[in-house]
């Protein structure tokens, strides 16, 4: 199993822009989550889904953000617009719904907005 | 509500020397605690895990952790470093509510320096 795919690794973007980032969960994993990682702040999580439905997107910083998942193996997590204070390193998570506690990471999205 | 608290934010030890890493929990229900590891640049990877079973949990790589409820702690011990377990730590509650929500609260982590 290639394990959970994010995509890009690195992005450098302009302030004002629209920023996607993606993530392909790990194969019959149906709860996937999205964190943002920062010095300041540490890993907060932004969003899950289960069985592709958000289930507590409480921790969406602002409607700036926006997070989907039109199937069991694609989500996106949208900026727009960007700006300075989202860099981060985003990170995307999935597990089984048996055992949510465990959860997969992958590489993460490192995210410079200038 | 839950949350956990790792005591220091940074530990230095020589390789072959035995590794502590402190972490209390606050939780009004009996928690399920775990320790995530993160190595430089990569994701974060499970180490272990509490679910209220055996007190004494071993995990991956020689790393165990003890659940002391009288304490409310969960430290992460290994007796003998290596090199390659430089990284940062992560210790996490879940969130209970109704059935297993997934919700992780993370620590704010501690970097583990082995030195040579």
């Known amino acids: 199993d290639a394990g959970v795919i994010q995509s890009p690794r690195h992005e450098v973007t302009e302030m004002g822009q629209e920023v996607t980032l993606r993530c392909k969960p790990i194969?019959?994993?149906?709860?996937l989550f999205w964190y943002r990682q920062t010095m300041m702040r540490g890993l907060e999580l932004l969003i899950y889904f289960n069985n592709n439905v958000p289930i507590d997107d409480s921790g969406m910083p602002e409607d700036r953000f926006s997070a989907k998942m039109p199937n069991a193996s694609f989500s996106t997590l949208k900026i727009q617009p960007s700006e300075p204070r989202d860099s981060a390193v985003y990170f995307c998570a999935s597990s089984s719904s048996v055992r949510r506690e465990t959860q997969y990471f992958g590489p993460g999205t490192r995210l410079l907005v200038l | 509500a839950q949350s956990v608290t790792q005591l220091d934010s940074h530990v230095s030890v020589s390789e072959g020397t035995p590794v502590l890493l402190r972490c209390n929990y606050s939780?009004?229900?009996?928690?399920?605690l775990f320790w995530y590891v993160q190595h430089p640049n990569k994701g974060l990877q499970l180490l272990l895990k509490y679910t209220s079973a055996a007190t004494l949990v071993k995990g991956i790589n020689g790393f165990e952790a003890e659940f002391k409820k009288s304490e409310t702690s969960f430290h992460l011990t290994k007796p003998s470093a290596h090199m390659s377990d430089a990284a940062e730590y992560f210790c996490v509650v879940i969130i209970e509510g109704s059935g297993n929500t997934g919700k992780l609260i993370f620590g704010q982590g501690t970097t583990l320096q082995v030195k040579p």
């Open positions: 939780s009004s229900y009996s928690p399920s």
């Open positions: 194969s019959g994993h149906n709860s």
